[in-house]
């Protein structure tokens, strides 16, 4: 793969999601929100073959046939957000936690908002399961793809036969 980042539109239940991915992995998921989302760039080539495994995974986990993935990531953040981004990953398939638990994980017990605003600008959500945190009093909060999505997803994983991690 060159430089160009590659992109792909890919269906999913909740819409078509933006893959972007680099030589150094994937880059970044967006949801449809034309003017406020993730949006392809003067530059990007659209390449479905590279970001074909991608999409394999994708439709294998809202299928109910997948719990995580296997995939080379590369998202751009600063230091405290690939803390929180890499913490993110450790929060189990079907479970839910939240904002302060998260902060306490990381080791920043009093940076529950710090973690609120890095979840916010987590680049790959679905992968990075930033759906699966939610409000101290269990309430759904903002997410990217908006909360119907975030709804569907937490449905999708609570109603999912118990799979080993693949």
Same mark, same amino acid.
């Given at each position: 793969m060159t430089d160009a980042p590659r992109y792909v539109h890919h269906p999913s239940p909740v819409g078509? =999601?933006? @893959? $972007?991915?680099?030589?150094?992995? @994937?880059?970044?998921? &967006?949801? *449809?929100?034309? +003017?406020? &989302? =993730?949006? $392809?760039?003067? +530059?990007?080539?659209e390449d479905r073959v590279a970001l074909a495994h991608v999409s394999a995974q994708l439709d294998a986990y809202f299928a109910g046939?997948?719990? &995580?993935?296997? =995939?080379? =990531?590369? *998202?751009? +953040?600063? *230091?405290?957000?690939?803390?929180v981004w890499d913490a993110l990953r450790d929060v189990p398939y079907g479970t839910t936690t939240t904002y302060g638990a998260l902060a306490r994980r990381i080791g920043r017990p009093k940076a529950s908002r710090a973690v609120g605003l890095a979840n916010g600008h987590n680049p790959l959500p679905i992968v990075v399961p930033c759906h699966r945190v939610i409000g101290a009093d269990g309430s759904l909060t903002g997410f990217g793809g908006g909360l119907a999505a975030k709804r569907l997803l937490l449905d999708l994983e609570r109603d999912s036969p118990q799979l080993s991690l693949l």
């Open positions: 078509d =999601l933006l @893959l $972007v991915a680099c030589a150094d992995g @994937l880059r970044a998921i &967006g949801f *449809p929100d034309p +003017g406020r &989302g =993730l949006e $392809v760039e003067p +530059g990007w080539i046939r997948r719990r &995580g993935f296997d =995939l080379t =990531l590369s *998202p751009r +953040g600063t *230091p405290f957000q690939r803390l």
